[in-house]
């Protein structure tokens, strides 16, 4: 199972997981000295919480653009992957990239790092926050 999960409920998803061992159960590694490795999906509470800030964020924002009337159509493109693959809505949308104004909004790959450390300073940034206390040393909401 992929995701991300609490590095506090390693033991609860996988109860029969040793260090060193790779669970069969969730995207989880234990490295030698038992500590999940670091791309796997164990994240701390903090990163959760910034992940929900971040995405409550970007909710109110695209729900503010709908109600302006400019609701943009970009849907995401990563290489061969994008976000209309498995979207319900595809018999109806209008999007069809061959349209001068219809662009695919092309992601760039980020390791996990530089992906919380962008959200977290987009967090700040809307909230007219410093950002020296980051990601780096927690994420406080
Ligand atoms: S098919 Fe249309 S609605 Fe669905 S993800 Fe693509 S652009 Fe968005």
């Known amino acids: 199972m992929d995701g991300l999960f609490s590095e ?3 033991h609860i998803l996988d109860g029969k997981l ?3 061992q790779e669970s069969l159960l969730v995207n989880l590694s234990l490295k030698k000295d038992g500590n999940p490795v670091a791309r796997c ?3 701390s509470v903090d990163r ?3 992940l929900a800030d971040y995405t409550r964020i970007s909710l109110a924002e695209i729900g503010s653009q ?6 943009e159509i970009a849907p995401f493109r990563r290489g061969n992957s994008t976000a209309c693959t498995y979207c319900e ?4 949308c209008a999007f069809d990239s061959s349209l ?3 662009n695919w909004r092309r992601l760039e790959r980020a390791f996990r790092e530089q992906a ?6 987009r967090i700040y940034r809307k909230q007219g926050r410093k950002q020296e206390t980051r990601v780096r040393i927690g994420y406080s909401a």
């Open 8 to 10: 506090d409920t390693i």
């Open 18 to 20: 040793a260090a060193g």
């Open 41 to 43: 999906g164990a994240v």
């Open 48 to 50: 959760l919480h910034l």
């Open 66 to 71: 709908v109600l302006q009337g400019q609701p």
């Open 89 to 92: 809505f595809k018999p109806i």
């Open 100 to 102: 001068p104004d219809n």
């Open 116 to 121: 919380f450390n962008a959200m977290a300073d």
